[in-house]
């Protein structure tokens, strides 16, 4: 990281330090396969000690570690290897987004875009609506990762800031603040339907009770609060911290792709405006697949309410990617068409082709982080600390707020070692939410504390599936830059975010006011 950064107080050293020990680590691409090799190692080891544990689902089965370095282990290390890469979470996500952003961005359209916006909000305001966005994003699941943070990186450069300052508040938004929305996604329908089967086993009569909407309350509230606590951090802790940046450490071609903030000429003008309403045309085009009766991709109207429809919507699962490349490509398009950075289709292969090129580092960390994530999972090393986890916390017996505090503690650190919100959840649901019931804690209330300890730690563990990416986009303006180094910058919101967040739910449960409709704090039985 650049010189002339502040390095003052107990907590900088502290961050230094983090940056120090973790750059420590090899290149992210080899650091996963030393992962992944030692998961296999781990996997035989723990194999020998014949560890069990009961599987908290509902057929109570149970569950050991796999040695994956028997003779089945190493069929499956070989057979999987390219199943592994292929279905590696991010990896289609972030290529697919990316095609359409590429053409938006080598257009022209995402520069005239930032400018416009740039220029019409007083700067100061700027940090705060890039976490907003970020932690609104979350109505687009995963695509917020691939999206802002590369835009607010642009967005901090052109305005002579430190790029990284803006990728780290966009990313913080969309990744710590994944919990928090003014409207209702895609988790909360995924979450709270884990948490309803969980409470059927104690109360199947109040599980009926239960809906999707089981957290609104308190996550609408949490986006005013994250945002201002973001804003904080990033404008007071984090850019003061990496100082001037350095144009000559980062791509040339990343660096000097934003345009000066000079207003924008009448050609933009007209090309911004048709872009606009190119775009909105085709978000119209898009709500027509899921918002009327009989829409191609519109959920099962039998499963509940309008809103649970549109939540549960093959739409919101499976179509949002696409849409957003589409809503990325045909304003690109239509800008370049209009300004003539685009005369032909070669121009749009061209745009499209150097996009993928620049995506070669993410595709070779995706191969390496693939092969942990899937090794990891597939010993069951994570299902086995997960179960020991939650019989330590049942063990220490504690109650009221200390017993909160404590299970979102066991939910931070099992979140550094599974990075997948919903399996995390389909594992810990079934062990904590009857073990909260019989304490007299709602369903609702155990699957908010687990939401504000999954979300406040997502940005800190390179097991996050999207952590590999956003390194590689940070690469571009920092060649050195290191899982250390990203840490380290996005520390102070994890845990600016943990806290406040952790206290603004304990001030809840203390006035018990309900965390969504019907969802209150205690139960009653």
Do not use: C
Request: charged share 10%; aromatic share 10%.
């Amino acid at each position: 990281m650049e010189n002339g950064r502040k390095k003052n107080g107990i907590f900088q050293k502290f961050l230094d330090f983090v940056e120090w020990l973790g750059n420590k680590l090899p290149h992210p691409v080899t650091l996963f396969a030393l992962l992944a090799a030692l998961t296999l190692v781990a996997s035989a080891v723990l194999a020998m000690f014949e560890i069990t544990v009961e599987h908290p689902g509902e057929d109570q089965e149970t569950v050991s570690i796999n040695n994956l370095l028997d003779s089945e282990g190493i069929s499956y290390i070989f057979s999987s290897m390219t199943d592994n890469f292929i279905n590696f979470a991010p990896l289609g996500v972030v290529l697919v987004t990316m095609l359409g952003i590429g053409v938006a961005e080598r257009s022209g359209l995402i520069s005239a875009a930032l400018r416009g916006f740039v220029l019409s909000i007083p700067k100061q305001l700027i940090t705060a609506g890039l976490v907003f966005a970020g932690i609104m994003s979350s109505l687009a699941s995963d695509a917020g990762y691939v999206v802002l943070p590369p835009l607010g990186a642009v967005l901090f450069l052109a305005l002579g800031r430190h790029p990284l300052a803006g990728l780290a508040a966009a990313f913080a938004g969309v990744s710590a603040g994944f919990s928090a929305n003014l409207l209702l996604s895609g988790t909360d329908a995924m979450l709270a339907e884990l948490s309803i089967a969980a409470a059927s086993v104690i109360d199947p009569q109040y599980a009926e009770g239960m809906n999707v909407a089981m957290n609104y309350f308190f996550i609408a509230a949490s986006v005013f609060l994250l945002t201002l606590v973001g804003w904080f951090v990033s404008d007071k802790i984090v850019e003061p911290r990496l100082g001037k940046f350095n144009p000559q450490n980062g791509d040339s071609t990343a660096v000097e792709n934003t345009d000066d903030m000079n207003p924008l000429k009448p050609v933009e003008k007209k090309g911004l405006i048709w872009a606009i309403v190119s775009a909105v045309v085709g978000i119209g085009l898009a709500l027509l697949l899921v918002v009327l009766p009989n829409s191609p991709m519109r959920g099962d109207d039998s499963i509940g309410s309008y809103m649970d429809t549109i939540v549960q919507s093959p739409f919101m699962s499976d179509g949002l990617v696409p849409v957003i490349a589409i809503l990325f490509f045909i304003p690109g398009l239509v800008y370049g068409l209009i300004t003539r950075s685009i005369k032909n289709d070669k121009d749009v292969a061209n745009q499209m082709t150097e996009t993928m090129a620049a995506m070669g580092m993410f595709i070779v960390l995706a191969f390496t982080a693939g092969q942990f994530v899937a090794y990891f999972a597939e010993s069951n090393i994570g299902l086995v600390i997960g179960v020991y986890g939650a019989e330590l916390l049942e063990a220490l017996n504690l109650t009221g707020i200390p017993l909160i505090i404590g299970f979102m503690f066991v939910t931070a650190v099992v979140n550094l070692f599974i990075g997948s919100a919903s399996a995390k959840w389909a594992m810990m649901a079934p062990i904590f939410v009857p073990i909260m019931m019989q304490l007299g804690y709602s369903p609702e209330l155990t699957t908010m504390a687990y939401r504000v300890a999954d979300s406040s730690t997502n940005i800190i563990t390179p097991l996050m599936t999207y952590f590999a990416i956003i390194i590689a986009f940070a690469q571009q303006y920092d060649k050195n830059i290191g899982i250390g180094t990203l840490i380290s910058v996005m520390l102070p919101y994890s845990i600016f975010f943990f806290v406040t967040w952790a206290l603004m739910l304990i001030v809840w449960m203390l006035f018990g006011i309900p965390l969504g409709p019907n969802a209150p704090i205690e139960y009653t039985g």
